[in-house]
């Protein structure tokens, strides 16, 4: 029952979210603001990780081919289908679900003890719009991170691959083109839009409703990194099945 409850709140404060907006002048603001602080606040920790995992794909690729039967560009055939298909969109989704929820959360939830969402709702202002909406038109802007992360993970695994003495520039770059489907990149960034949406409204939504003090706020943001991945994984699952079956 308790996790109906949840739901329904959770629904309910996406629906409140888009009504009576704030005026535009007042949302552009806090719209770019909100792009500074979530996407490019996150273009370092992603561009990192994104590098050197790159990196490790095509070294343990290359480590685990013994046999000479297997073709030479398969390192850099694995390095592509792994962070195109699953590392860049979904794993670099956990990571922000840990980096930018708990920003969210934290900030959203230290407003509702300070009685700063009480003092907004009683000036007349919607502050599910006020808060959450620029969020959301914020994170539209994320597709650009899994992209670079897509771009860094691939050139990661190029110069472990080659400057390792792992395989040789012709046979990765043969491998990046062979058997390409565009459509697993229009794949990638639908689950990625979806994404964005969760990482935009499930810590707004912990961080709104949580109760308590300061002790709380730390609750809160550890309750949405876990409802967050959760919910990443198994959205990731549904389209998935969905869109490659």
């Given at each position: 029952?308790?996790?109906?409850?949840?739901?329904?709140?959770?629904?309910?404060?996406?629906?409140?979210?888009?009504?009576?907006?704030?005026?535009?002048?007042?949302?552009?603001?806090?719209?770019?603001?909100?792009?500074?602080?979530?996407?490019?606040g996150s273009l370092g920790i992603v561009a990192f990780i994104s590098f050197f995992v790159g990196g490790v794909i095509a070294i343990q690729t290359a480590?685990?081919?013994?046999?000479?039967?297997?073709?030479?560009?398969?390192?850099?055939?694995?390095?592509?289908?792994?962070?195109?298909?699953?590392?860049?969109?979904?794993?670099?989704?956990?990571?922000?679900?840990?980096?930018?929820?708990?920003?969210?959360?934290?900030?959203?939830?230290?407003?509702?003890?300070?009685?700063?969402?009480?003092?907004?709702?009683?000036?007349?202002?919607?502050?599910?719009?006020?808060?959450?909406?620029?969020?959301?038109?914020?994170?539209?802007?994320?597709?650009?991170?899994?992209?670079?992360?897509?771009?860094?993970?691939?050139?990661?695994?190029?110069?472990?691959?080659?400057?390792?003495?792992?395989?040789?520039?012709?046979?990765?770059?043969?491998?990046?083109?062979?058997?390409?489907?565009?459509?697993?990149?229009?794949?990638?960034?639908?689950?990625?839009?979806?994404?964005?949406?969760?990482?935009?409204?499930?810590?707004?939504?912990?961080?709104?409703?949580?109760?308590?003090?300061?002790?709380?706020?730390?609750?809160?943001?550890?309750?949405?990194?876990?409802?967050?991945?959760?919910?990443?994984?198994?959205?990731?699952?549904?389209?998935?099945?969905?869109?490659?079956?």
């Amino acid at each position: 029952m308790k996790y109906f409850q949840h739901i329904g709140s959770y629904f309910i404060m996406i629906k409140r979210v888009f009504s009576s907006f704030t005026k535009r002048s007042v949302l552009k603001e806090l719209i770019f603001k909100e792009i500074d602080d979530l996407i490019f606040g996150s273009l370092g920790i992603v561009a990192f990780i994104s590098f050197f995992v790159g990196g490790v794909i095509a070294i343990q690729t290359a480590l685990n081919i013994d046999n000479p039967l297997i073709p030479a560009y398969l390192v850099g055939y694995a390095t592509r289908q792994s962070i195109i298909l699953e590392f860049a969109p979904t794993f670099i989704s956990i990571i922000m679900a840990g980096k930018v929820g708990s920003f969210i959360t934290s900030s959203i939830g230290s407003m509702r003890v300070t009685e700063q969402i009480d003092a907004l709702e009683v000036m007349g202002i919607n502050s599910l719009n006020y808060l959450v909406f620029p969020k959301i038109i914020a994170m539209l802007v994320y597709p650009f991170i899994i992209g670079l992360s897509m771009f860094l993970g691939i050139l990661g695994g190029w110069v472990a691959g080659v400057y390792g003495g792992f395989t040789t520039s012709t046979d990765f770059i043969t491998g990046l083109q062979e058997d390409f489907i565009p459509f697993h990149l229009t794949y990638a960034f639908i689950k990625t839009f979806v994404f964005a949406f969760i990482l935009a409204t499930v810590p707004s939504w912990q961080g709104y409703y949580m109760k308590g003090g300061a002790l709380e706020v730390g609750k809160a943001s550890t309750n949405s990194f876990v409802w967050t991945s959760v919910l990443i994984i198994f959205t990731n699952f549904i389209i998935t099945q969905l869109l490659l079956s």
